[in-house]
Structure formats: C-alpha cells, structure tokens
C-alpha cells in the first residue's frame, strides 16, 4: 500500500514570495492533516480535512496561508508571502474517518531567506 | 505549559544500551502514541497505547493511565535507532482524532 505522498521534498525562497506544497494522502483516508514543525519542536495542528471539508483550521494564519482539498483526496498549502518564521517541516498526514492513528508523510522542508 | 512533557530532551549512549525514553501528560486522553523522526523528517508511527504495554521488536512501549505516565524502552540499542522520538496524545477536548505533541528525544546512540 502506498504511503503519503508530498512534494516538493525541500524549497528554498526569498521572504515576500509564494509557494506551495502538494500532498496526496492514502487512498481510502478521508480525514487529511497539515502540520508545521519549527525546529526543535513538535509538529503544530494548521488544518484538518474531513473529506473536502474544513474540520478545524483555528492555528492557520489566514492572512498568509490557504489550503484546500477541492475533491476530497490531494490538498495543496499555500504560503503568500512567505515570512523569515515559516522556515519549517510542512507535515502532511492521512487518517481512516474517526481513528486516532495518523500515517505521515515525508515533509517539505521549507527554508525562507 | 505544554500538555505533554517529554523527558530527556537529548539522550546519548553507547550501542547496547537500554534506553528510556519518559512522557507525561496532564490531562485524560483517549490514547498515546510514540513517533520516530529521521533526519530526513518523515515520521514513523511506532506504538499507539490506550492501556497496558506493547512490544514490536526492541521497542517496548508502557503505559499507566492512573499517573499518566507513559515509557518508550529500547533494548540493545544500534546506531540506527537515532532519531527523534516524540510522544503524542489525542486530547478528547479537541476532538478524538486530534493529536497534540510533545517536543521530542533527541536520541543519539554512539557505535
């Protein structure tokens, strides 16, 4: 079985530019979780999908950041612009509908000089 | 405060060691799990606990609702056991599915 799938692996951009991030979780999972990770800390909570539809997203800074899942399956984060402190890991997880286990995927590894 | 306390936050042994890795938590969960981090950022789900004491290899993991307290072990530990390991719980506040994580053990094992 195929696990969750991101990309671009690492990027590296100026302050002030956009970009974004692609994940595909694992087929059959209807609840997709996006995750930021500073360095030296645990992941932190940015969205949750249910299906297509926006279970929780009360950590996002909405003023730069925007996420959609428009068909229930693939989601894209989107940074613009991008500040000096979202230099992070960008974790994309999948979960079955309602159960506590979250299978993740490799990270983007955002690097904002 | 963090709701989830992890302690060491950096372990270094010799291989062969055993190795304990401590979490606690301040409020009732509805389960526990221990996480693998590589270098390369992925995480590996390594053990989810709701009770009692999983084994998987060396990995040991034990769990004690009462003092909510859990314990990763890792028996004869190899340098390939390096990473970071973080415990997670889901929180029943924040809806079940939710996980909210501690900072993580560096652990470095030194051949």
């Known amino acids: 079985e195929a696990g969750v799938a991101q990309s671009p692996r690492y990027k590296i951009i100026e302050k002030r530019q956009s970009v974004a991030f692609w994940c595909n979780p694992i087929?059959?999972?209807?609840?997709l979780y996006w995750y930021q990770q500073i360095l030296g800390q645990g992941p932190k909570l940015l969205i949750q999908?249910?299906?297509?539809?926006?279970?929780?997203d009360s950590q996002l800074p909405k003023d730069r950041f925007s996420a959609e899942r428009l068909k229930g399956v693939d989601s894209t984060l989107k940074i613009q612009p991008a500040k000096l402190e979202d230099s992070a890991v960008y974790l994309c997880?999948?979960?079955?509908?309602?159960?506590?286990?979250?299978?993740f995927g490799p990270g983007t590894r955002l690097t904002v000089l | 405060k963090n709701e989830v306390e992890q302690s060491p936050q950096n372990l270094t042994a010799q291989e062969g060691e055993f190795i304990t890795i401590n979490c606690s938590y301040s409020?009732?969960?509805?389960?526990l799990h221990w996480l693998q981090q590589h270098p390369g950022g992925g995480i590996v789900s390594l053990f989810m606990?709701?009770?009692g004491k999983k084994k998987h290899g060396r990995l040991i993991a034990t769990i004690n609702i009462q003092e909510k307290h859990s314990s990763l072990h890792i028996t004869a530990s190899h340098p390939r056991d390096s990473a970071v390991y973080i415990c997670?719980?889901?929180?029943?506040?924040?809806?079940?599915?939710?996980?909210?994580f501690g900072t993580g053990t560096r652990l470095t094992i030194i051949p």
């Open positions: 997880a999948s979960s079955l509908a309602g159960m506590f286990e979250q299978f």
């Open positions: 087929s059959g999972h209807a609840t």
């Open positions: 999908f249910q299906n297509n539809g926006v279970v929780d």
């Open positions: 409020v009732g969960i509805s389960a």
């Open positions: 606990l709701s009770s």
């Open positions: 997670a719980v889901n929180l029943p506040n924040f809806g079940n599915e939710k996980l909210t």
